[in-house]
């Protein structure tokens, strides 16, 4: 027998009291609760984000790359939505974020363990980030599983070796756990690929659908960069990084490297 009681409304599905109690400010200022809200909101995006990346790998590791680009294409969106929420939070200024900085202690958004999930799953590995999570295991187990599993880019490359391109087996079999490092024979592949689209159509949609997500990051640590430097300028930041020189340092990182190179190429 189903329960027709209680009937199911917008706040019960959606968990809005629970939801909107998420919302702590540790000061009395009016700002910190845009602050909280705007990390918050990220973090769920970062959420979907995971399930989308997660569902598009096994689907190019199985061959199913059409499919995959559905995924692909709702991530670069949502990508494009969290670098435009950094306008709303420069709308904070300096002397507004000075007056609760304090608050914050070593906490920072450094220690995203989404964030760095995300980008284990795109293929930029780095463990030293696991042990920000120690206190929290779940997490921690996650990353962990995504560090040491083939990335996106890592499958993308074993989709253009069962298509019939050459790729060594070093480049296969690697170690999943460590950086990738770009290779000759990756980008010869891709190039070939870029240079007849109609005949590897799969491959050639996957890759710009990648090139998307790529493009679309550094999009967002530029806006970051830019956020971090208009509200606090070179200032450490809370977690006791470099604060805007660290997220300068971090503009040129590309998780599908050979699909930028080949384009002097072509």
Not at 100 to 128: C, I
Not at 136 to 149: K, T, V
């Amino acid at each position: 027998m189903t329960d027709t009681s209680s009937p199911m409304t917008y706040a019960r599905y959606l968990a809005l009291d629970s939801l909107l109690d998420c919302q702590q400010p540790q000061s009395s200022e009016d700002d910190e609760m845009l602050f909280i809200i705007i990390h918050q909101t990220k973090e769920l995006w970062l959420k979907q984000i995971i399930r989308e990346l997660r569902m598009a790998n096994a689907q190019v590791a199985s061959g199913a790359l059409i499919p995959a680009y559905k995924g692909l294409a709702r991530v670069s969106r949502i990508q494009a939505v969290m670098t435009l929420s950094w306008d709303i939070l420069s709308t904070m200024t300096p002397s507004d974020y000075t007056r609760f900085r304090n608050v914050l202690g070593p906490s920072s958004g450094f220690q995203s363990d989404q964030f760095r999930t995300v980008e284990y799953l795109l293929g930029l590995k780095d463990k030293a980030f696991l042990k920000f999570q120690d206190d929290r295991p779940e997490a921690r187990a996650a990353m962990a599983e995504a560090l040491a599993s083939p990335s996106l880019w890592d499958n993308a490359i074993a989709a253009a070796a069962r298509a019939g391109f050459a790729i060594p087996a070093e480049v296969l079999e690697r170690d999943f756990s460590q950086a990738y490092a770009p290779h000759t024979a990756v980008e010869d592949a891709f190039v070939q690929v870029y240079a007849d689209p109609e005949r590897h159509w799969d491959l050639y949609q996957l890759a710009e659908k990648l090139v998307d997500l790529d493009d679309a990051m550094a999009a967002w640590r530029h806006k970051h960069v830019l956020t971090v430097e208009r509200i606090i300028g070179m200032k450490r930041g809370t977690g006791g990084t470099a604060g805007a020189a660290y997220l300068h340092s971090t503009l040129g990182k590309k998780a599908f490297p050979e699909l930028w190179s080949l384009r002097t190429r072509l």
